[in-house]
C-alpha cells in the first residue's frame, strides 16, 4: 500500500529556512495525483501549506506563498518542502500527504504520512 | 477564502449513540469538494469520506450529507475506536481550508 515519510531536521533557528522531504513507497510519483503538505501546531488544527503535481505544477496557500517552495524529484520519488524567514509561529507537525485529484488544484488526502514535528528555536 | 465552521466544539456521546458533526461554509461549495477525517492523538488525519464516497476501508456507520453551505457527518452506533477528533474540510476552491474541529469524547 502507499507509505508516505517526512524526513528533515526537528529544529530550525528563526529566520532560518525549514526543509522537509517526502519519500513515496508503493506508487509512482508520477502517479496522477497531487502531492500535498499540511501542518498542524501544537494542540491547533490543521493548515494547509500547498500541492504539487509531478509536472512540478504548483498551488500554494496564499498566506504562505511569499515564503514556501515545493519541488518534486521523480527520479528519487520524492517531493519537497522549503518555508523560508521562519519564526516562532511555524513551528508544527509538518505532514506529507497524497491528494486525490478532482479536476480542480485542491484535493481531499488520502494518504499521510506520520508528520514530523518542526521546532523553530534558538 | 472559505471559511468552516464546525459545531459542536465537543460532543459527549456513549457507545452505541448516533453522532451528528456539523460543517458550515462561509461560501457554497459543491459536495464533492467537502471532505471529512478522523485523527487521534498523535497519529496523521485519515480521510473518512468526500463528496457522497467512503474512503477506502470506511465502514459505512459513516454517512455524508448536506449541501451548499451546511454539512453533516453522521456515525451511527458509535463504536470506542470512533472516540477522536473530526474536521472537515473544503477542497473545491484554493486554499483549500479546514474546521477547526469536533472532539467526540466518551460520554
Known amino acids: 500500500q502507499v507509505q508516505l515519510q517526512e524526513s528533515g531536521p526537528g529544529l530550525v533557528q528563526p529566520s532560518e529556512t525549514l526543509s522537509l522531504t517526502c519519500s513515496v513507497s508503493?506508487?509512482?510519483?508520477?502517479?496522477?495525483?497531487?502531492w500535498g503538505w499540511i501542518r498542524q501546531p501544537p494542540g491547533k488544527g490543521l493548515e494547509w501549506i500547498g500541492n504539487?503535481?509531478?509536472?512540478?505544477?504548483?498551488f500554494y496557500n496564499p498566506s504562505l506563498t511569499s515564503r514556501v517552495t515545493m519541488s518534486v524529484d521523480t527520479s528519487k520519488n520524492q517531493f519537497s518542502l522549503k518555508l523560508s524567514s521562519v519564526t516562532a509561529a511555524d513551528t508544527a507537525v509538518y505532514y506529507c500527504?497524497?491528494?486525490?485529484?478532482?479536476?480542480?488544484?485542491?484535493?481531499?488526502?488520502?494518504?499521510w504520512g506520520q508528520g514530523t514535528l518542526v521546532t523553530v528555536s534558538s | 477564502e472559505i471559511v468552516l465552521t464546525q459545531s459542536p466544539g465537543t460532543l459527549s456521546l456513549s457507545p452505541g449513540e448516533r453522532a451528528t458533526l456539523s460543517c458550515r461554509a462561509s461560501q457554497s461549495i459543491i459536495n464533492t469538494y467537502l471532505a471529512w477525517y478522523q485523527q487521534k492523538p498523535g497519529q496523521a488525519p485519515r480521510l473518512l469520506v468526500y463528496g457522497v464516497s467512503r474512503a477506502t476501508g470506511i465502514p459505512d456507520r459513516f454517512s455524508p450529507s448536506g449541501s451548499g453551505t451546511d454539512f453533516t457527518l453522521t456515525i451511527t452506533r458509535l463504536e470506542p475506536e470512533d472516540f477522536a477528533v473530526y474536521y472537515c474540510q473544503q477542497c473545491g476552491s484554493s486554499p483549500e481550508t479546514f474546521g477547526q474541529g469536533t472532539r467526540l469524547e466518551i460520554k
Open positions: 504539487i503535481y509531478h509536472t512540478g505544477s504548483t
Open positions: 500527504a497524497r491528494g486525490i485529484p478532482l479536476g480542480v488544484v485542491t484535493a481531499p488526502h488520502d494518504v
Open positions: 508503493d506508487i509512482s510519483i508520477i502517479s496522477a495525483s497531487y
